[in-house]
């Protein structure tokens, strides 16, 4: 880091990795920045830089003892930063770099109480509810996916596809009798969630897996499925339904599938507008020829569903042009996850009961490959494509392409 790097950053202004602070500020001011950093993706401070980006300089004695200080007295948890100073012409210049925390959220603390701030464009300002939630999940201090469903009860749990589950997959033996029963053991694979003095209520997942209809209860539960009939969005379409149903399909005692889930209405909807029946190589029977590899399509909407941010009030889409499919799940990569990590396979579970879940009906790998496996070989076998990932803060997009 050198003068030169400074004047850089001065001249680009402060954004949201990057804040200006004088020199005589209180310590809960420059714990509020460092924690919103933290809680975002990171970033630094420069020390002794107005905000018109002029330079004032470190004046305060020992101003690396004083900011390790306000670190590890009022930032919680405590940390250390990385910390230079720079000579610019007679003055200097402390930088304070954070990375992005990894034990989200971080407070700063004031008395008896503590403050969430985030980063949000070049400010710092108190987070929200629901941005706290996220900061917990992210932190791995809360899981949303078993939070109660208001509104809901063991009535809306679909009863044929919960004896399917357990007795089928799970081989449990004997299936509960009562609703108390059923609702006890929902209880203790966190499908529900119990409340003392009122009526138990459907998990987030719960809901999803099981539910008769869930996007009546959580309106972020559906898939939104459009097609346009061009390469671009228009408000010409030439289908749009939203979905709503079990993520799971209902299957018999003999293992046939007797009723689909909402995966199941998605791939009927992709074989109406994305794939051709055409006569096989003898001539005798008719196939049908899809413009996408069918199990790269599946994979990527299960992990929309098993992998998405449910804080977040939006459908997971999939999307039809006339040259390429997309699929988009709400929230981003969890903590530390990278597109190319998560094409190497790595794992950090945001919703792990969903996921087992889906893993016990075969619908997603154990070995967590199906990324590198379904998606990405499926389609270079299918069409010689390569599929494109595009993840930011605020959504995944898998981008599947025609040949």
Known sequence: MNHENILRWIRNSENSGMEFKRDDIRPEQLAKEIVALLNFKGGKILLGVEDDGSISGITRPSPEEWVMNVCSDIVHPRIIPYYEEIQMGDRRVAVISVDMGI???????????????????????????EEQMRLFQEGGFLHVEILPVPGTCFANLDLRRLSDYFGRVRRLIPLPNTDEDWTQLLINMEYMSAHEGSDSLCTIAGLLLFGRRPGRFLRQAGLE???????????????????????????????????????????NKVRQHASQEKLSENQLTRVVQWDFAPEAIREAVVNAFAHRDWTRPADVEVSLYSDRMEIISPGPLPNHVTVERMKQGLRIPRNPILIQTLKDYGYVEYMGMGVRNK?????????????????????????????
């Open 225 to 267: 499925w459009i097609v346009f009939p061009g390469t671009e969005k228009d408000y010409d379409t030439r289908d749009r339904a939203g979905l709503d149903g079990p993520l799971a399909a209902l299957w018999d005692e003999n293992g046939e599938q007797i009723e689909d889930g909402l995966l199941d209405l998605l791939m």
């Open 103 to 129: 034990s989200k959220p971080y407070v700063m603390r004031h008395g008896k109480g503590e403050n969430i701030y985030i980063r949000v464009g070049s400010t710092s300002r108190l987070a929200t509810r």
């Open 375 to 403: 998606i990405i070989a499926g389609m270079k076998k299918h069409n010689g494509t390569e599929p494109e990932f595009v993840a930011d803060e605020f959504q995944v997009l898998v981008r599947l392409l025609k040949e």
